[in-house]
């Protein structure tokens, strides 16, 4: 009888690629993956360590996992941790939750069978190895729907920015060799895939370590001739290395999504140098217009990041003056969190917390507003979107259109007189709008 092993999956979606080659691993190991932790034997907590909010997710789910563990009348009897928070926090998580059965770091991701052997014949694990060592490729067990996939083109990052422990957990940044990413996306779409989402900790800085002249723009021009593929999207642009030929491959080809992720955390000069990071409103400004010129109806999804050590209210209304003038289609904001072993730690000037969650809400509470104002002006339209499936609730199917990323962006909800497929594109008609989503008919 097999062994049977449950995942819990937190934070980005590069760890849920980790998490998917993992289980896949397990599965060739003659291990059998279960969706319920009440039918495994052993569960697997794949964490997220990048801000306070992600290590206190990670945190609940370990002693949730252990709690599960100590109920008689489960058959859990494992607890194994892995991820960002084990390899940050190893040896810390190992001593203060001794219920844990193993902690390793991300570098022993390809021992993950051997260490779940051991857990279940009762020997503790407790490794750490080098970031870099961690496996980047390798078949899936895709926890995504079977349409659309993640695909993990580089891993790590050199840009160094002084409010982020990336570099410290990942290690140093990594690109894959562009024949290697091809064979699996050919692969992903001969299995169904239609959709592939392009992530690294820093997509546009792609190839800079090959030697070969390889670039983001080039792999995209690749991934183009895949037959069968519907799009291709980026997220994790670095505002700094989108370039004119990145800007015209998205411009001209047309399986590329018309949509960018650019996190630029902030606009004042004085908080983006403190971030050591580059540009200032000027310069963020002109990249955005140059992007919408050249490419005509491209969604701008963005990321800030408030309370900096010693941004001050006038450097917030700074930034905040940027988001109404530069209206992004998409947006988020984060509170900033002190991570130890970041240089931000030794800038001083950390702000009261509830000054920091304040600034958060008004920057959410304009991008939301805007939002919901795009929203209105989608009416009329028609669109082509791909179908997510079958919302029961509202008793209508889900789509999304190239302007939106799974689970982070809207949605269209929609009826009509055919009944897609998950995975089917289909043009519908926009009707309604709430201050979210969209709603409208199936046409053609």
């Known amino acids: 009888m097999k062994d049977k092993v449950f995942f819990i999956s937190l934070g980005c979606d590069k760890n849920r690629i980790d998490a998917e080659i993992m289980a896949n691993t397990l599965e060739k190991a003659g291990f059998q993956l279960v969706d319920s932790q009440d039918e495994a034997d052993c569960a697997i907590v794949n964490t997220c360590g990048f801000i306070d909010s992600a290590k206190e997710e990670a945190i609940e789910a370990i002693f949730d996992m252990v709690r599960k563990k100590q109920d008689p009348e489960c058959s859990l009897s494992r607890v194994i941790v892995t991820g960002c928070l084990a390899q940050r926090y190893c040896e810390e998580l190992a001593g203060e939750i001794p219920e844990v059965d193993a902690v390793v770091g991300i570098g022993?991701?390809?021992?993950?069978?051997?260490?779940?052997?051991?857990?279940?014949?009762?020997?503790?694990?407790?490794?750490v190895t080098k970031p870099e060592k961690l496996k980047i490729c390798g078949d899936r067990f895709l926890s995504t729907p079977a349409h659309y996939a993640y695909l993990k083109i580089a891993e790590g990052c050199d840009n160094r920015c002084t409010y982020c422990a990336i570099p410290m957990i990942r290690g140093a940044y990594r690109s894959r060799p562009p024949e290697e990413i091809l064979l699996e996306a050919e692969k992903l779409v001969s299995g169904g895939v239609k959709e592939l989402i392009l992530v690294a900790?820093?997509?546009?800085?792609?190839?800079?370590?090959?030697?070969?002249?390889?670039?983001?723009?080039?792999?995209?021009?690749?991934?183009?001739?895949?037959?069968g593929l519907w799009t291709v999207s980026i997220l994790y642009a670095y505002p700094d290395r989108i370039d004119d030929q990145l800007i015209d491959c998205i411009a001209e080809e047309k399986c590329i999504a018309k949509y960018l992720d650019i996190p630029l955390q902030h606009a004042n000069t004085r908080i983006l140098k403190l971030m050591r990071r580059f540009g200032d409103a000027d310069s963020l400004?002109?990249?955005?217009?140059?992007?919408?010129?050249?490419?005509?109806?491209i969604t701008l999804r963005t990321?800030?990041?408030?309370?900096?050590?010693?941004?001050?209210?006038?450097?917030?209304?700074?930034?905040?003056d940027f988001a109404v003038r530069m209206r992004f289609d998409r947006g988020g904001a984060f509170a900033f969190s002190m991570e130890e072993g970041t240089p931000a730690v030794k800038l001083g000037g950390d702000l009261p917390l509830e000054e920091k969650q304040q600034r958060q809400d008004e920057i959410m509470q304009?991008?939301?507003?805007?939002?919901?104002?795009?929203?209105?002006?989608q009416l009329g339209?028609?669109?082509?979107?791909?179908?997510?499936?079958?919302?029961?609730?509202?008793?209508?199917?889900?789509?999304r259109s190239e302007q939106d990323a799974p689970e982070v962006d809207t949605l269209i909800y929609a009826l009509g007189e055919c009944l897609p497929e998950p995975g089917e594109v289909k043009q519908i008609l926009i009707e309604d709008a709430d201050d979210v989503d969209l709603f409208g008919r199936i046409v053609g």
């Open 201 to 227: 900790q820093d997509t546009t800085s792609y190839g800079i370590d090959l030697g070969n002249g390889a670039n983001l723009a080039s792999l995209l021009r690749q991934l183009c001739r895949i037959e």
């Open 381 to 399: 339209r028609q669109v082509e979107a791909i179908c997510d499936g079958f919302d029961e609730e509202r008793g209508m199917f889900i789509f």
């Open 108 to 127: 022993l991701n390809g021992d993950i069978a051997s260490t779940v052997r051991r857990a279940l014949a009762g020997e503790r694990t407790v490794a």
């Open 366 to 377: 304009l991008l939301s507003q805007q939002l919901a104002e795009n929203r209105k002006t």
């Open 285 to 297: 400004a002109a990249l955005m217009e140059k992007l919408r010129s050249r490419v005509p109806g």
């Open 303 to 320: 990321t800030f990041l408030v309370g900096f050590p010693s941004e001050t209210r006038q450097e917030f209304e700074e930034l905040l």
